[in-house]
């Protein structure tokens, strides 16, 4: 039988396992690859979610916009200590949670926080499907766990799981405001409210010589300004073109999360990141038209 001590930390290594599973649906690569999903998958069951689904993946830029000038320009660290070792956990799980318990970069507000108030609420108002009530229960239960996980992985301190409900709801007021008029949703509105932000945070960094945060201001405004862009020239075309194949959207996901995954690992110049990113919002709002043309061009060969 094991001594307690080991049984008591064997139930710690458990319990912060646990919540960086749960602080996963709050991270921007998660939330990213759900929407375009259901951006690319959705008209085949509905398709007023297509629109809502490029809605949401504006909001939440928005919110990464907000959140990294905040932090910039606050520029407090993240607590110092850690819940446990993670090189104590078996060897297929240990590098995943040490990278959720990552103490690189500032605290405040807690961007997965906000991630979840945006995404989660935004999708329980805007979809139609169900009752209103469980959705926003849903979206609640959304946040409430992530923020959780957050402390319990000691990576924010209460204060900024609670800034970060409040600018998130806040994010959410302005976005349902400005983002909507008597055509419909306006993503493009919110995509350049977004790079508008991300300028001043740009700024910030620049000044404060934090250059890890000038390399995620490129990469953010490159992503509203690709993402605005099209959504403004293409808007009509992309709302009526078909669902995308699962190859086709395996294929966009590896285009667009390389394009990004060297933008964030520094590979490029601010210039060439920003390039970057714009190109792989773009992959993920075009695909639907190169699957479509994919389609036709099978079709019609003999």
């Known amino acids: 039988m094991l001594p307690s001590s080991q049984l008591l930390i064997s139930g710690v290594d458990i319990v912060v396992t646990v919540f960086a599973f749960i602080t996963l ?38 919110g990464l916009a907000v959140v990294l000038t905040i932090k910039t320009i606050v520029a407090l660290p993240r607590p110092s200590t850690t819940p446990f070792d993670p090189t104590t956990l078996p060897a297929l799980i240990g590098p995943f949670v040490a990278s959720e ?32 009530r469980t959705r926003l229960l ?41 983002g909507q008029d008597l055509d419909g949703l306006r993503p493009e509105r919110l995509f350049g409210l977004a790079a508008v932000v991300e300028l001043l945070g740009f700024a910030a960094a620049s000044t404060g010589g934090h250059t890890r945060e000038l390399t995620q201001a490129a990469i953010v405004v490159g992503t509203a300004v690709g993402g605005g862009c099209l959504w403004y020239w293409q808007r009509d075309r992309l709302l009526a073109a078909p669902p995308v ?12 999360g390389g394009l990004w995954v060297s933008a964030y690992a520094g590979l490029l110049s601010m210039l060439e990141t920003a390039l970057a990113s714009g190109v792989a919002m773009s992959c993920i709002l075009l695909l639907p038209l190169v699957g479509s043309s994919a389609k036709k061009f099978e079709s019609g060969r003999p």
Do not use: C, M, N
């Open 245 to 256: 194949s699962l190859a086709v959207s395996l294929a966009g996901l590896a285009v667009a």
């Open 25 to 62: 649906a709050g991270d921007a690569w998660f939330v990213l690859v759900g929407l375009a999903l259901l951006y690319w998958i959705s008209p085949k069951y509905d398709e007023e979610i297509r629109s809502i689904a490029v809605f949401v993946v504006s909001l939440a830029v928005v």
């Open 138 to 178: 849903l979206a609640l239960g959304a946040v409430l766990f992530i923020g959780l996980s957050q402390l319990v992985l000691g990576v924010h301190y209460p204060r900024d799981v609670i800034a970060g409900v409040a600018v998130g709801v806040g994010i959410l007021a302005v976005g349902l405001t400005v």
């Open 101 to 132: 318990i990552d103490a690189s970069g500032f605290r405040f507000p807690s961007g997965h926080t906000v991630a979840a108030t945006v995404v989660y609420g935004g999708l329980g108002v805007l979809v139609s499907a169900g009752r209103q």
